[in-house]
Every structure is written in C-alpha cells, then in structure tokens.
C-alpha cells in the first residue's frame, strides 16, 4: 500500500528565503508525482507535475524535482513571498489512485 | 486549463438530512470522477471513483448507502450525503479526468458542517 509522507508538517520562514519542502513515498512503482498548493477553506491548485521519467519541472518561483529510486520528491520555492503561505500537498499516482501526503504548512512572513 | 466547478461551496444542514453536491467539469468531458474528503488537518482521503454510465466504486470503509455518487452525464457527478449527522461535518473535493489522461483537474470544494 502507497504511504506518502511529507516533512515538515510546518515551517515558517521569514521573506525571500529559499526553501525546500520534501515528499517521501513507499512504493516506487509511480506515473507520476504532483503538487499541490491549498489555500485556508479552498480546494487545490495543481503546481507542478512531474512524469515518473522526468528528474525535475520548473515553473516560475517553483522547482520540484523526483527521485523515483529512492521515493523522494522535493519542491523548491526560491525568494519566498507572503502570498506563498498556504498548505503544499503532494500526491503520487500509481497503480492505485492519487495518494497524498498530510501536507506542509507554509507561512511566510513579511 | 480545465475547470471543476462544485455547488454549493458551503452548506450547513440539520442532522438527518440529506445534502447534494454537485461536480461539473465545464470545458472537457470528464469520463472519470473522484470524490475526496478531507478532516481539519488531514490528507485528501480518496472516496470513490466513478465512471460515466457505471456505478462508482468505493473505496474500503466508505459506505455506499450513506454517500450515493450518480455520474449520468460526462460533465455532470453528484454526491449525495443521506442521513447527514455531525461526524459527516468535513471538506468534500471532486476532480475530473478526461479519457486516459493522467491528470485530475481539482473543484474548488463543499465545506459541509451538519448541525
């Protein structure tokens, strides 16, 4: 069974700092890996979506990379914003359907 | 991109009651839905899945009986929570899938609080 996990539950982080938030699953047998951003009270906002062959996607601020051996996906925010504060959540698809992690709460403070 | 519409985004009923949700895709046909829930502070926990024309399937320990999923049309799912009570209260979010694409296209959720 599928088990994803995300560390930190949380981190606050004062503006334009880089950070890196981390995503670790339990079967390597993946399609593909996303993230998603959740904002307070809302539904999701896909970010990035990474094919089980592809190393990395790029977009904007965002880098999230995947690691597929070794069941790791990270997700790199670069100059961290105020308007970065929200909740990422990955999701990995496999053989089963999307399975998330708890997801990263992020606050970034003016 | 492709947009997921649900209605209502918000309810708030009496316990015992049965409560509606909609989940639209509105610019592709979406041959396959996903109804999720999430708890304050939890996961998206997958609830069922559903295809166009067929009954939907149900993921271990979500009752059938209690959450009725109809996806009659290729645009149009409805999740239908019978005898509502408090523990129902969470965060259902639907998304959408066209053909065999692999990406699920997210609705913006229904936060249900039963009284």
């Known amino acids: 069974k599928q088990e994803v996990t995300q560390i930190p539950a949380a981190l606050s982080v004062p503006e334009g700092e880089n950070l890196v938030l981390n995503c670790s699953f339990t079967?390597?047998?993946?399609?593909?890996l996303q993230w998603f951003r959740q904002d307070p009270g809302k539904g999701l906002t896909s970010l990035l979506l990474?094919?089980?062959?592809?190393r990395e996607q790029t977009s904007g601020r965002l880098n999230a990379s995947l690691d597929k051996s070794s069941g790791r996906s990270t997700l790199y925010i670069a100059a961290s914003q105020p308007g970065d504060s929200a909740t990422y959540l990955c999701?990995?698809?496999?053989?089963?359907?999307?399975?998330f992690g708890k997801g990263t709460r992020l606050s970034v403070i003016a | 991109g492709a947009v997921v519409s649900q209605h209502p985004s918000r309810v708030i009923c009496k316990s015992g009651t049965s409560v509606k949700i909609e989940c639209r895709s509105l610019?592709?046909?979406?041959?396959?839905m996903f109804w999720y829930r999430q708890f304050p502070k939890q996961s998206l926990m997958l609830m069922a899945t559903?295809?166009?024309?067929?009954?939907?399937?149900?993921e271990q320990g979500v009752e059938k009986d209690k959450f009725l999923i109809n996806h009659a049309s290729l645009t149009l799912s409805t999740l239908t929570v019978t005898s509502a009570h408090p523990e129902d209260s969470s965060f259902y979010i639907c998304?959408?899938?066209?053909?065999?694409?692999?990406?699920?296209?997210f609705g913006p959720g229904t936060r249900l609080l039963v009284l």
């Open positions: 990474i094919q089980s062959s592809q």
């Open positions: 079967d390597s047998a993946i399609y593909n």
């Open positions: 610019d592709f046909q979406a041959t396959t």
């Open positions: 559903s295809n166009e024309g067929s009954k939907a399937t149900y």
């Open positions: 999701a990995v698809a496999g053989n089963t359907p999307l399975v």
């Open positions: 998304s959408a899938r066209e053909g065999m694409e692999e990406t699920q296209y």
